[in-house]
Nanobody
Framework: VQLQASGGGLVQPGDSLTLSCAAD????????IGWFRQAPGKEREGVSC????????????YYSNSAKGRFTISRDSAKNTVYLQMNSLRPEDTAVYYC????????????????????WGQGTQVTVSS
C-alpha cells in the first residue's frame, strides 16, 4: 500500500493541527495505521496507532504517553484516509511525522509502538514555535 502524509505546518504553542494519511488501497480497513515522528538528533518515536477495524483488535488505538489526552487518531474508510488530530501542541512536538501501514494490528514492543511496519509514507514537517 502506498501512503501520502500531509497537513504539517508551522503553528504556535497551544494550536491544533490535523495530519492526514491517504492510502491508495481500496481495502484500507485491513491495515493497521501508525503515526511516527522523528525530531532532529532523536530516534523515531511511535505516536499513535489504530488497528484494522476488521481484525480481532477491532480498531483499537494506541497513544504514546506524550500524545495521550492531546492527540486523536481516526479513520475514514470511505476516503481511505487516517487522521491524526493534534491539540495543545508544544515545541517538543516539533518533528517530521510519518504514517505507516501494516496488516491488521499495531505491533507493539513492550509498551511502545514498534516501527516494524511494512509500508511508509513520506514525512510531513510539523513545527511548533512562537
Amino acid at each position: 500500500v502506498q501512503l501520502q502524509a500531509s497537513g504539517g505546518g508551522l503553528v504556535q504553542p497551544g494550536d491544533s493541527l490535523t495530519l492526514s494519511c491517504a492510502a491508495d488501497a481500496q481495502t484500507l480497513e485491513y491495515y493497521a495505521i501508525g503515526w511516527f515522528r522523528q525530531a532532529p538528533g532523536k530516534e523515531r518515536e511511535g505516536v499513535s496507532c489504530m488497528s484494522s477495524i476488521i481484525s480481532a483488535s477491532d480498531g483499537n488505538t494506541y497513544y504514546s504517553n506524550s500524545a495521550k489526552g492531546r492527540f486523536t487518531i481516526s479513520r475514514d474508510s470511505a476516503k481511505n484516509t487516517v487522521y491524526l488530530q493534534m491539540n495543545s501542541l508544544r515545541p517538543e512536538d516539533t518533528a517530521v511525522y510519518y504514517c505507516a501501514a501494516d496488516w491488521y494490528t499495531c505491533t507493539m514492543k513492550g509498551d511502545i509502538l514498534s516501527p516494524e511496519f511494512g509500508s511508509w509514507g513520506q514525512g510531513t514537517q510539523v513545527t511548533v514555535s512562537s
